[in-house]
DNA sequence: ACGGCTAGTGAACAGTGTTCACCAGCTTAA
DNA sequence: TTAAGCTGGTGAACACTGTTCACTAGCCGT
C-alpha cells in the first residue's frame, strides 16, 4: 500500500514548494515585507493552508536557515589536504565561497537585517556549535605543528577570522564594494592578513575561552511574540 | 517678542519626547515591535499627532541614527597623541567605548536586525564618509612614518579594523560572550592582532580601493514601503 | 455504502502604519 | 474687545499584517 507514502510525498511537496517561494520571495522583497498572503497566493494555496505546515512565519525562516547551515557545514570535514594553514585557509575560504554560490541562503542567513534570531532555537542549531568546535580543533592542530604560537587562543582566533570573512561577504553581496574591487582578492586578503597578524604572537590579553556561544536571551531586536 | 521662539520650543520638546520614548522602546522591545500607537501612548499624545514631527515610523529611527552616528564621529577628529600606532589604537578603541558608554544607540545603529536601511538616505549620512575618509587618512599617515609597508591598501586597512571592532562590540552588546570573557581585552586583541597583521606587510591581493561605501539600491531585506 | 479523518477553506480577530476631515485654542489684526 | 486665521492635535477610517477557528469537501479503510 503506497499510499501513506504518496500522502507523505504529496504534504513534503506543498512543504518545498512553501520553502521554496519563500526564499525567492525573502531575497527579493525582503523577509520583513513578504506576508504570509504573498506567499500563499505564489503557491496557489489560502493564507491559513501554510499554518498546517508551518507554526508561524518565522518557523518558514528557521527551516530556511536550519538548511543553509547544513549547507554550510556539511562538508567542512573532509577537508584534509596539505598542512594545517593551508587547512584553516580552505575551511575559511569556504565560508566566502557559499556566500557566492548559495546567495540567497546567506542573504538570508547573514544580512537580512529583518529576519528573526536564531538564538531562540537553541537545539535545533545546535549543530552548528559543532561546526565551529571544529574549526577551534583546526587551530589547535596548527598551534601543535608550530604554526601558531603556543599563546593564541583558538576561539579567539576562529572569531577573528570569521567574522572578518563574514564582513566580506556581507560588503559583496549587499553591492557595498567600489566597481573595480574584487570581492575574492579581499576576502583572500582578510584571510591573510588575519592568519598573518595570529603568526606574529602578539600578546593577547583574552583569557576566558568561549567555545560555546548563542544568545539564550533576546535583546534589542526581534522577541518572541 | 518671545512667542515664535517658545512655539519652537515647544515643539522641539514634543520632538525630542518623541525620540527618547522611541529610543527606549526600540531598544527594549526591539524596532519592529513597537508600534506608533505605543510611542504616541508613551509621550501621552495620539498616534496621529507623531505623523507631524516625523513624516513615517522609519523617519523615526533614522533621526536616531544620525545623532548616534554624530556622537560616534564628532571627537574623532581631536586625538591628536602619540604616535600613528597609537593614534589609530585610540580611534577604533573609541568604536568600542561607544557600545558601552551609548548601549541604546549602538544597539540600534548595529545589531538591532529589524531596522531600516540607511543606504536609502545617502544625503542624510553622507557625513558619516567623511569620518571613514579621516580614518583612511590616518593610516596614510601611518605608511608615511614607516610603521605600515608601502604596499598596505589604507581603505582596506580601516575595514578589516573596523569589521573586526564591530564585531565585538556585538557580540559584547548581545551576550554572547562566555561568562568568564571580558570584552575589553578581546577588542584589545582584534585591534592589536589586526595592526600586527598588517604591519607583517603580507601579501595584499585587492587593487581597486573603496574609500566611497554605501549600497545605493537595497538588497534583501527592507525595501522604502 | 458508510463513518472517520484530514487537508484545505473563508471569515474573523487583534494588531499594524498611515491618512484625512475636522476641531479647539491660541495668535494676530481690526 | 471682537473676529479671522492659522496650526497642533484628534478620532475615525483604510488597507494591510500574522494568526485562529469552525467548518467542509474528498479521500481512506471498513
Same mark, same amino acid.
Given at each position: 500500500?503506497?499510499?501513506?507514502?504518496?500522502?507523505?510525498?504529496?504534504?513534503?511537496a506543498?512543504r518545498?514548494?512553501?520553502?521554496?517561494?519563500?526564499?525567492?520571495?525573502?531575497?527579493?522583497e525582503?523577509?520583513?515585507?513578504?506576508?504570509?498572503?504573498?506567499?500563499?497566493?505564489?503557491?496557489?494555496?489560502?493564507?491559513?493552508?501554510?499554518?498546517?505546515?508551518?507554526?508561524?512565519?518565522?518557523?518558514?525562516? @528557521? !527551516?530556511?536557515?536550519? =538548511?543553509?547551515? $547544513?549547507?554550510l557545514?556539511?562538508?567542512?570535514?573532509?577537508?584534509?589536504? #596539505? %598542512?594545517?594553514?593551508?587547512?584553516?585557509?580552505?575551511?575559511?575560504w569556504?565560508?566566502?565561497?557559499?556566500?557566492?554560490?548559495?546567495?540567497?541562503?546567506?542573504?538570508?542567513?547573514?544580512?537580512?537585517?529583518?529576519?528573526?534570531?536564531?538564538?531562540?532555537?537553541?537545539?535545533? @542549531? !545546535?549543530?552548528?556549535? =559543532?561546526?565551529? $568546535?571544529?574549526?577551534?580543533?583546526e587551530?589547535?592542530?596548527?598551534?601543535? #605543528? %608550530?604554526?601558531?604560537p603556543?599563546?593564541?587562543?583558538?576561539?579567539?582566533?576562529?572569531?577573528?577570522?570569521?567574522?572578518?570573512?563574514?564582513?566580506?561577504?556581507?560588503?559583496?553581496?549587499?553591492?557595498?564594494?567600489?566597481?573595480?574591487e574584487?570581492?575574492?582578492?579581499?576576502?583572500?586578503?582578510?584571510?591573510?592578513?588575519?592568519?598573518?597578524?595570529?603568526?606574529?604572537?602578539?600578546?593577547?590579553?583574552?583569557?576566558?575561552?568561549?567555545?560555546?556561544?548563542?544568545?539564550?536571551?533576546?535583546?534589542?531586536?526581534?522577541?518572541?511574540?
Amino acid at each position: 500500500m503506497g499510499i501513506k507514502e504518496r500522502q507523505e510525498r504529496d504534504r513534503e511537496a506543498v512543504r518545498r514548494a512553501i520553502l521554496d517561494a519563500a526564499r525567492d520571495l525573502f531575497t527579493t522583497e525582503g523577509y520583513r515585507n513578504v506576508s504570509i498572503r504573498k506567499i500563499a497566493e505564489r503557491i496557489e494555496y489560502s493564507p491559513a493552508a501554510i499554518y498546517s505546515y508551518f507554526p508561524s512565519k518565522d518557523d518558514i525562516f @528557521f !527551516a530556511l536557515a536550519e =538548511e543553509g547551515f $547544513r549547507l554550510l557545514g556539511d562538508p567542512a570535514t573532509c577537508t584534509q589536504t #596539505a %598542512g594545517p594553514l593551508e587547512r584553516i585557509r580552505a575551511i575559511f575560504w569556504r565560508l566566502y565561497r557559499f556566500s557566492r554560490e548559495h546567495p540567497q541562503y546567506f542573504a538570508l542567513m547573514f544580512v537580512d537585517r529583518s529576519v528573526p534570531r536564531i538564538g531562540r532555537e537553541y537545539e535545533r @542549531f !545546535a549543530f552548528v556549535l =559543532e561546526t565551529k $568546535r571544529h574549526l577551534v580543533a583546526e587551530i589547535e592542530r596548527g598551534i601543535e #605543528a %608550530g604554526v601558531f604560537p603556543a599563546t593564541l587562543n583558538p576561539a579567539v582566533a576562529v572569531r577573528l577570522l570569521t567574522v572578518g570573512l563574514l564582513g566580506v561577504a556581507v560588503l559583496s553581496l549587499s553591492e557595498r564594494l567600489a566597481p573595480g574591487e574584487d570581492p575574492e582578492c579581499l576576502a583572500s586578503d582578510v584571510i591573510a592578513t588575519t592568519l598573518a597578524g595570529l603568526q606574529t604572537g602578539v600578546a593577547l590579553k583574552s583569557t576566558g575561552v568561549a567555545v560555546d556561544c548563542g544568545a539564550k536571551e533576546p535583546i534589542a531586536g526581534e522577541r518572541a511574540s
